[in-house]
């Protein structure tokens, strides 16, 4: 059995709020436990994961030189294609380890609004304009409606966030009415040659923001979450499922009362004689960049303190893109 339990969000949509606070509250149990769950019901239409899916496919299978047409900037300014080894999840845990074997393609928030708050001057590099590669052609339009789903179904998922913590449905609302959320694209080639000491397809590190969506793909070499026990769990591929995980800044909003559980994505085994190419399509969900992150009144004791100090989420965020980032 798999230690990431499945929850059906459909009733986040009932009107009987007795249903929706049933929902919060196996969200509840799943985040105190493990940090992860899959869902069902989600209603994300399958032809816009199909069309991101496609087209990041595609991408990929170009020449390095086309895909570096639009490679990212610098560390802080996380829009573009990233070769492999060029970044090391490990290291926002403080960790060394050699670059991860994958590919990937990010976004930043689409339809940005033509107002001071969105500036650079004012938002730093949270909601400057994406880059698009030549090819291939509806790229950017896939990728723009997937972004907007995705979007909105974080929003259900945080109100389901809000029962489970017996707080008002709408509580996180005012603090994501503005998100900076990003949309991934994560490839990870096949491979004959072994990996080096300690590389992984993605090492071993906790996610940055409010929550994750991950669209994962059955094949060797997949995501392992680290649990409270110490061992490393495979989390099964089911079809038509999302896998969600809870980042620092939501661990932090509960005190630690939900656990951002550190994961990766593990080598395919050496023994495996076929194609260990996989791809996830993943979306980061992080709070308004000027959201202070402190934790929740009800989740610390009579006489005691918050285990961390206020934070923006900007800020951040800036500072995780910084560690992770390496150059070859």
Not at 118 to 143: D, K, L, R, T
Not at 171 to 199: C, N, T, W
Request: proline content about 9%; hydrophobic content about 40%; some cysteine.
């Amino acid at each position: 059995m798999s230690v990431v339990p499945v929850i059906d969000i459909s009733d986040l949509s009932s009107d009987d709020e007795a249903r929706r606070r049933a929902v919060g509250k196996e969200i509840d149990a799943a985040c105190r436990e493990i940090g992860f769950f899959q869902i069902t019901g989600h209603g994300l239409d399958p032809e816009l994961v199909t069309g991101v899916y496609d087209s990041a496919k595609a991408f990929f299978a170009q020449p390095l030189e086309a895909k570096r047409a639009v490679a990212q900037p610098d560390p802080k300014t996380v829009r573009g294609y990233t070769a492999v080894g060029e970044q090391a999840f490990a290291y926002n845990d403080d960790t060394s380890a050699p670059g991860d074997l994958h590919q990937k393609f990010d976004i930043g928030p689409v339809g940005v609004p033509d107002d001071p708050y969105f500036s650079v001057e004012n938002a730093g590099p949270h909601f400057i304009p994406n880059q698009w590669p030549a090819e291939p052609a509806g790229m950017e339009e896939a990728w723009t409606a997937y972004f907007h789903a995705a979007n909105d179904l974080c929003r259900t998922i945080m109100r389901g966030f809000a029962l489970g913590l017996d707080l008002d449905e709408q509580f996180f609302a005012p603090y994501v009415d503005k998100d900076i959320s990003m949309l991934r694209a994560i490839h990870y080639p096949h491979r004959d040659e072994p990996p080096l000491r300690g590389q992984m397809r993605a090492g071993a590190h906790t996610d940055y923001g409010s929550l994750t969506i991950v669209r994962p793909e059955e094949a060797p070499g997949g995501l392992q979450v680290f649990t409270q026990d110490g061992d490393w769990f495979d989390v099964p591929v089911i079809p038509g499922a999302l896998v969600v995980n809870i980042g620092d800044l939501m661990a932090q909003w509960t005190n630690d009362q939900w656990i951002s559980t550190r994961h990766r994505v593990a080598n395919p085994p050496r023994d495996v004689v076929a194609d260990t190419e996989r791809m996830s399509i993943v979306f980061f969900h992080q709070p308004n960049y000027d959201a202070v992150i402190e934790a929740l009144p009800t989740t610390v004791a009579p006489g005691e303190e918050p285990r961390y100090a206020p934070t923006t989420s900007g800020d951040h965020l800036t500072s995780k893109f910084v560690k992770t980032h390496q150059r070859v």
